[in-house]
C-alpha cells in the first residue's frame, strides 16, 4: 500500500506565477488536510477536506490560496500570484474516513516551494 | 488560544544515554496526544498517540510517551539513545471535544535532537 504521495516535491516560482500542489492520499483514505512548514516553525493547518467537500478552511488565507479534492484524481492545493512568503514546505495528510478518535494521519514527503 | 509548547529548540545526548524531548500543552479538556518524528527532507512519520488508559505509552523504534494530566505534559522518552533517532521532533495534539471526526492537528515548533556517537 503505498503512502501518501505529493508532487512536485520541489517546485520554483517567480513573484506573480501561480503554484499547484498534488496530493494522492493512501488508498482508501477519504480525508485530507494540508499543513504549512514555515522554515524553523512547525506545521499549521491550512485546510480539511473531503471528497468534493471542504470541511475546515480556518487555516488558509483568505485571498490567493485554493484547494480541492475532486471525486476523482488528486487533491490540489493551489496558490496563485505567489509572494515570497509563500516559500514554505507544504505538506498533505491522509486519514481513513472514520469516525472518532483513532484518526492517525500519514503524511507525504511534502512540497518545497521557493519563490524567487 | 490553543497551543502546543516544545521549549527546548535542540536536545543533545550521547549514544546510549537516555533522552527526554519536552512537550507541554494548552488545551481545553484532555485533547489526544501525538508524537511524530521529520527526517530531513522527508514527510512526517508518526511515532505514537494518547488515547485513554495507561498513562505511559510506547510507540515505534523503541520510544515511550509519558502523559501527565496535572502538567498538562506529553514527554517523549527513550531508554538508550541512538545515532539514527538523530531528527526533529513533533509534538501534536487533537482535541478532545471536537464534533467532527477529522480534526486537524495541533502541532509544536519542533525539537532538533541530536545523538552522537
Known amino acids: 500500500n503505498a503512502g501518501v504521495m505529493q508532487n512536485p516535491r520541489h517546485l520554483v516560482r517567480r513573484r506573480g506565477q501561480e503554484a499547484r500542489l498534488r496530493c494522492s492520499p493512501m488508498k482508501g483514505h477519504s480525508h485530507v488536510y494540508w499543513y504549512r512548514q514555515l522554515p524553523e516553525e512547525g506545521l499549521k493547518f491550512m485546510v480539511y477536506l473531503q471528497k468534493e467537500n471542504i470541511i475546515d478552511e480556518s487555516g488558509m488565507p483568505k485571498e490567493r490560496f485554493s484547494a480541492e479534492f475532486p471525486k476523482e484524481g488528486p487533491s490540489i492545493l493551489r496558490i496563485q500570484q505567489v509572494v515570497r512568503g509563500d516559500s514554505a514546505a507544504y505538506f498533505c495528510a491522509s486519514s481513513p474516513g472514520l469516525a472518532g478518535v483513532y484518526n492517525e494521519q500519514f503524511f507525504g514527503p511534502g512540497t518545497r516551494l521557493t519563490v524567487l | 488560544a490553543q497551543s502546543v509548547a516544545q521549549p527546548e529548540d535542540q536536545v543533545n545526548v550521547a549514544e546510549g544515554n537516555p533522552l527526554t524531548v519536552k512537550c507541554t500543552y494548552s488545551v481545553s479538556g484532555n485533547p489526544y496526544l501525538f508524537w511524530y518524528v521529520q527526517y530531513p527532507n522527508r514527510g512526517l512519520q508518526f511515532l505514537l498517540k494518547?488515547?485513554?488508559?495507561?498513562?505511559l505509552v510506547k510507540g515505534s523504534y523503541g520510544f515511550e510517551a509519558e502523559f501527565n494530566k496535572s502538567q498538562t505534559s506529553f514527554h517523549l522518552k527513550k531508554p538508550s539513545a541512538l545515532v539514527s533517532d538523530s531528527a526533529l521532533y513533533f509534538c501534536?495534539?487533537?482535541?478532545?471535544?471536537?464534533?467532527?471526526?477529522?480534526?486537524?492537528?495541533?502541532f509544536g515548533k519542533g525539537t532538533t535532537l541530536s545523538v552522537s556517537s
Open positions: 501534536a495534539v487533537r482535541p478532545r471535544n471536537s464534533n467532527q471526526a477529522g480534526t486537524a492537528l495541533i
Open positions: 494518547y488515547i485513554t488508559g495507561d498513562n
